[in-house]
């Protein structure tokens, strides 16, 4: 994607170019012959072609980064991945036609966070007046963990590692393609790709299908090993479609391919290796000698999606769509293992093992969505909004077994079929009021049904199929009694009949308000406050979300701004965890948000100026799983702070320095704290 996006940036200024310099060479060579352009009395200036005939403008910025990072770099890495370097952080060019191109009238190229920037980003835009449009974009993401040092795990807390490493890159792009063929037709071609590949590192537990609630999964659950395992997945989407409108109606229908694979590997990273959970007194007498893993998947699919919306009345609009899916394709897993285990939960006597297992599969996925709604205007201050949506949602697969433990047959050893079926639907009802235009009210319900079914072998899985119906009430309004004060809000509440998972809440209600307030001409208030709170009485769960956040901005003059803010959040959540071979535990994750943030920007001359902003995080609560084991996580602080000075040089630029500070700590994990100085040397040229 990145080398197509640039074949079409060469290919576009080829074009604008050439087109004008062989225009130009057509008009000598008529001169010579002794013939002349019909226009040529009107002036020499209306003759000549111009080499480049686009008026362009645009912005460069550029400059080179310079960093210091003290403590642990890789959660650095992790947070900000500010690097040293040159850096092109920002270009924009605009061009528009000043002469008739019978391929481009404007066209557009912006980029940013080139040359190692964690998110990097590029887009180009081309169009010809009632002809086409085209828009590709490319953009990418690097995560990148790579420890260099031991972390200081917290003690008593078993199988802690630092060993989670990565080094991954994102990589987005996508060609959008309209072309008009008449005022109301138009022909639509898009291409989308997305990767994800990189090398990673983590905590895996050796496990094959099949070994069950055993003196295995004893062994398994304390046995977790450091494993290598890069991956590559990658998706495709093709579609072409077209849009069509007449009088009050537009339709839409678009039809594609769509591929996605994925593959990841797992091996041990040295042999023999132990666990690095030393809690088990076990793990000494377990070392793993090889662990080799390879999983694959490859789905295809066709697309079709259809939509439309009208008007049949004068107060009656319609709307509707369609959409389906049939994903398809194999997927396999084949895995070896070496070791020694012990041979009963006494830990008294260990014995080598070797297994091996391949599983190969074919799945189908059919999806459709079926999606109707119409909004009647009663009058001109009553509304009544209905959409029904319908969503089926299947996989259906056959899976075979094989593998070996010491020599003899696994005891999954066979075939599985396995169907899924997920049948929802939802309706929305709402009524829209606006007796006066400063006010506008909303109420509204919705309903679903949910219906998941799970067979295997034909035959149906009581643990995982449910029927269940949720109803939510719901309640909008937003007002304005004058240009300085508005307030908007909503509330939300749902009951469900069930709870298909342990987590899955029986009740919930949410809130929001937001309100804006303008004090002056120069000063303004925002605040918005968020409410949640849900419960599972089977369980004992509960979740209780408080969140507000205030925002002051004020303008002194042209020459002095400022703004300061603070937010608030608090997260509880209390339950009991059920495993399935095992007594339930209890939850409690509390944790405490503030975040205090504030800026100015100064211009004391017409030139020179002086921006800051920070950032103050602070983070208290802790996350623990009964009364047995510490907390994970606990307290932390991250405060962030940029100042940036500038001056405009005349008729060469903007020089710009920004020097950033941070520092990260945490109370418990006190191995992944770091503190670092960026500063970026920056020149912005305007064209």
Do not use: C
Request: proline residues 6%.
């Amino acid at each position: 994607m990145k080398k197509l996006l640039l074949f079409l940036i060469l290919f576009l200024l080829a074009g604008v170019l050439l087109i004008p310099s062989r225009l130009e060479a057509q008009g000598q060579n008529q001169l010579q012959s002794g013939s002349a352009p019909a226009d040529a009395g009107q002036g020499s200036e209306q003759a000549e072609t111009s080499f480049w005939p686009f008026q362009t403008q645009g912005s460069a910025s550029f400059g080179y980064r310079f960093t210091d990072v003290t403590g642990y770099q890789p959660m650095y890495l992790e947070l900000l991945d500010l690097q040293s370097g040159p850096r092109l952080t920002d270009f924009n060019m605009f061009s528009q036609a000043t002469t008739p191109n019978p391929f481009v009238d404007d066209f557009s190229l912006t980029m940013s966070g080139l040359g190692g920037d964690p998110y990097p980003t590029a887009q180009l835009t081309v169009s010809k007046n009632n002809l086409y449009d085209l828009v590709a974009n490319w953009s990418q993401s690097y995560f990148d963990y790579s420890p260099d040092q031991q972390v200081i795990t917290p003690g008593g807390i078993p199988g802690l590692t630092d060993e989670h490493e990565y080094s991954t890159v994102r990589k987005f792009g996508s060609i959008d393609l309209r072309l008009h063929a008449t005022n109301h037709l138009r022909f639509n071609f898009n291409y989308y790709r997305t990767s994800d590949t990189g090398a990673t590192w983590s905590g895996f537990a050796p496990d094959y299908l099949g070994a069950g609630y055993t003196t295995w999964d004893y062994y398994a659950e304390g046995s977790p090993y450091v494993l290598y395992a890069p991956e590559n997945d990658e998706a495709n989407r093709f579609t072409g479609g077209i849009d069509y409108t007449f009088h009050s109606w537009s339709f839409h229908y678009s039809l594609g391919y769509q591929t996605l694979s994925d593959s990841m590997t797992f091996n041990n990273t040295t042999s023999p290796e132990y666990s690095f959970d030393t809690s088990a007194t076990f793990t000494a007498n377990t070392p793993l000698t090889l662990l080799s893993m390879d999983q694959y998947r490859r789905l295809t699919s066709p697309i079709s999606q259809f939509s439309y919306a009208g008007k049949p009345l004068s107060k009656l609009d319609l709307r509707g769509s369609y959409i389906y899916y049939r994903y398809s394709g194999p997927a396999s897993m084949d895995e070896i293992i070496d070791g020694i285990a012990p041979t009963s939960i006494a830990e008294t006597s260990f014995t080598p093992y070797t297994v091996s297992q391949q599983v190969r599969a074919n799945v189908k996925e059919p999806d459709h969505v079926f999606d109707q709604g119409l909004t009647y205007h009663i009058n001109r201050w009553w509304a009544i909004n209905t959409d029904y949506r319908y969503s089926r949602d299947t996989e259906d697969s056959l899976g075979v077994f094989d593998g070996l433990l010491d020599g003899s047959l696994l005891a999954s050893n066979g075939s599985e079929a396995t169907l899924w079926r997920d049948g929802l639907s939802d309706f929305d009802f709402n009524m829209v009021f606006t007796p006066i235009p400063s006010l506008l009210i909303s109420p509204g319900l919705s309903w679903d049904n949910s219906n998941v079914e799970a067979l295997y072998n034909g035959v149906a899985n009581p643990a995982q199929t449910l029927r269940w119906n949720t109803v939510e009430p719901a309640f909008s309004a937003y007002w304005q009694p004058s240009k300085r004060f508005s307030l908007r809000g909503d509330i939300r509440t749902l009951d469900n009949s069930a709870s298909y998972t342990a987590i899955t809440p029986q009740t919930e209600t949410t809130g929001n308000v937001v309100a804006r307030l303008k004090l002056t001409d120069n000063l303004s208030l925002n605040d918005n406050v968020n409410l949640n709170s849900s419960s599972l009485l089977a369980t004992g769960y509960q979740d209780r979300v408080r969140a507000n956040a205030t925002l002051l901005n004020y303008a002194l003059n042209p020459t002095l701004s400022l703004f300061g803010g603070f937010s608030y959040d608090s997260i509880l959540a209390l339950g009991d965890i059920v495993f399935a071979d095992g007594p339930s535990e209890s939850l409690r994750d509390q944790e405490i948000d503030h975040v205090w943030q504030a800026g100015f920007q100064l211009n004391p001359g017409h030139r020179f100026g002086i921006q800051f902003t920070g950032n103050y995080d602070r983070t208290t609560g802790v996350g623990e799983i009964s009364d047995n084991l510490p907390p994970a996580y606990g307290p932390e602080t991250w405060p962030y702070a940029t100042g940036t000075v500038f001056y405009e040089f005349p008729k060469a630029g903007r020089l710009s320095i920004d020097l950033q500070r941070t520092y990260y700590k945490e109370q418990i994990v006190t191995g992944n704290n770091f503190g670092a100085e960026v500063l970026m040397i920056k020149w912005t040229r305007n064209f």
